[in-house]
């Protein structure tokens, strides 16, 4: 199933490096030598310096610039690895693990902590973060694109919130990043080099570039959540109009500001995302109430989604983000296909027409209290069974399709395995969000 890949694209002169190294110069962010330079040293001590954050392996050949490494996939998403501070690997006078770096005699900025992908091997760059505030700021701005949000996010519209919105945003996240992941195969444009930019995060170095499915997702969500929201619920515009621009901004510059994407991908993912929107959202209202109401809506739905995650599949060879197009294809068929059986059993019902636009309630302690129970209740659920569905879907793919199983890593790589794993796991947890895990509510009664 696996074939030779084409080779990447070359970038043109307008996604530069050199720009993006700028930008991360002028945000206090300057790489430090690297460490095939250094001389050996004591791997005891690196370890202790080295924290291993188990993050998204999206993982694909390595680009120019780019760590070699093996190429397993994964499932955790990315964090941030060059933590700035003393704490984790940084040590006065710019010496860590004894090495001496060469900052001169002044007292230099802190050094961040060069950190393991443990599902790859991979590693992030020793650099000095000297403007603190914005690295964090921009950790939290790259995470807002990561399934860590996600599986936070939906979920709490949908329990929470409203559960209409809460469907609808994600019947347009499914078509906005299932619609990048393709194009990203079709033009394959490869990362930003290293150096001169330096690569704050390595979790998705090896994925193609265009465009940025970050600032994709951190314009459809924002813009989405307005359109959906207002007049169905009394508050000021200028609220929206005011989070729209904080939020895409703070998701695109972090991508940036990571070394993950040039200033053309940032551009063209917001851009083909006004696109996707003006040409879709008409009928984000049609497609949700087909969902819930229509008599054969869950065969459809399956079939559609596991046609376009085969079809995503044959767009380049093995790669760890077509793991990831086949799990958001499969939550998105397993959101849908719940709140079908919801709708008709009558569990999550939604208000009447005549009562809007609704007013936003008081924040009572009990009402807060159910909110914060329903979150962790609801939450290790999902966890549960996606655990669950993990174990029992690759040994089980692996035997059908005569597979060795001795190594996961490998066997993922085949699409007999991570299809279904991807697909079935995430349907399931799909699934659970939008029906089991509201069922559990009603009977316990905290719905």
């Given at each position: 199933m696996r074939s030779r890949r084409p080779r990447a694209a070359r970038r043109p002169p307008g996604a530069a490096p050199q720009k993006v190294a700028r930008f991360q110069r002028l945000c206090g962010v300057e790489a430090l030598p690297r460490r095939s330079a250094a001389p050996a040293t004591d791997p005891r001590e690196d370890e202790k310096a080295e924290?291993?954050?188990?993050?998204?392996?999206?993982?694909?050949?390595?680009?120019?610039?780019?760590?070699?490494?093996?190429?397993?996939?994964?499932?955790?998403?990315?964090?941030?690895?060059?933590?700035?501070?003393?704490?984790?690997?940084?040590?006065?006078?710019?010496?860590?693990?004894?090495?001496?770096?060469?900052?001169?005699?002044?007292?230099?900025?802190?050094?961040?902590?060069?950190?393991?992908?443990?599902?790859?091997?991979?590693?992030?760059?020793?650099?000095?973060?000297?403007?603190?505030?914005?690295?964090?700021?921009?950790?939290?701005?790259?995470?807002?694109?990561?399934?860590?949000?996600?599986?936070?996010?939906?979920?709490?519209?949908?329990?929470?919130?409203?559960?209409?919105?809460?469907r609808r945003l994600v019947v347009i996240w499914v078509l906005v990043m299932y619609l990048g992941q393709c194009t990203k195969d079709i033009i394959r444009w490869?990362?930003?080099?290293?150096?001169?930019?330096?690569?704050?995060?390595?979790?998705?170095?090896?994925?193609?570039?265009?465009?940025?499915?970050?600032?994709?997702?951190?314009?459809?969500?924002?813009?989405?959540?307005?359109?959906?929201?207002?007049?169905?619920?009394?508050?000021?515009?200028?609220?929206?109009?005011?989070?729209?621009?904080?939020?895409?901004?703070?998701?695109?510059?972090?991508?940036?500001?990571?070394?993950?994407?040039?200033?053309?991908?940032?551009?063209?993912?917001?851009?083909?995302t006004i696109l996707i929107l003006a040409i879709f959202y008409p009928f984000v209202d049609l497609i949700d109430d087909f969902n819930q109401t229509h008599k054969y809506a869950p065969l459809i739905i399956i079939g559609l989604h596991l046609a376009l995650g085969i079809f995503s599949f044959t767009l380049d060879t093995w790669s760890t983000s077509r793991g990831d197009t086949a799990e958001i294809l499969g939550s998105g068929a397993g959101i849908a296909c719940g709140s079908h059986v919801s709708h008709n059993v009558g569990l999550m019902l939604d208000p009447s027409l005549d009562i809007l636009p609704l007013a936003l309630p008081p924040i009572t302690v009990t009402m807060f209290g159910k909110a914060i129970l329903r979150i962790l209740i609801g939450m290790v659920f999902v966890l549960i069974v996606r655990d669950i569905m993990k174990r029992i879907t690759i040994p089980l793919a692996c035997k059908i399709f005569s597979i060795p199983c001795d190594d996961i890593r490998k066997a993922r790589q085949h699409m007999e395995v991570e299809l279904p794993y991807r697909y079935i796991t995430y349907g399931m947890v799909g699934f659970s969000i939008t029906f089991l895990v509201p069922y559990l509510f009603f009977f316990i009664g905290i719905s």
């Open positions: 924290a291993p954050l188990a993050g998204d392996a999206r993982r694909r050949e390595p680009q120019p610039g780019a760590s070699a490494g093996p190429q397993p996939p994964g499932n955790d998403r990315n964090q941030c690895p060059a933590k700035p501070g003393g704490g984790g690997g940084g040590a006065p006078n710019g010496v860590r693990n004894g090495l001496a770096t060469e900052l001169g005699p002044a007292s230099p900025p802190r050094v961040g902590a060069l950190r393991r992908n443990s599902l790859t091997g991979e590693e992030g760059e020793l650099a000095h973060v000297s403007n603190w505030p914005l690295y964090y700021l921009f950790c939290f701005g790259t995470e807002l694109g990561n399934e860590l949000f996600y599986i936070l996010f939906f979920p709490f519209w949908i329990w929470n919130l409203d559960a209409l919105v809460g490869p990362r930003p080099a290293s150096p001169p930019v330096v690569k704050l995060e390595v979790f998705y170095n090896s994925e193609y570039s265009m465009p940025s499915t970050h600032a994709m997702s951190g314009t459809a969500i924002p813009i989405s959540m307005i359109l959906l929201t207002y007049g169905r619920w009394q508050y000021p515009l200028l609220c929206g109009l005011i989070l729209i621009p904080c939020w895409c901004s703070l998701v695109c510059l972090s991508r940036i500001y990571m070394g993950m994407h040039s200033i053309l991908d940032i551009i063209a993912g917001f851009l083909y």
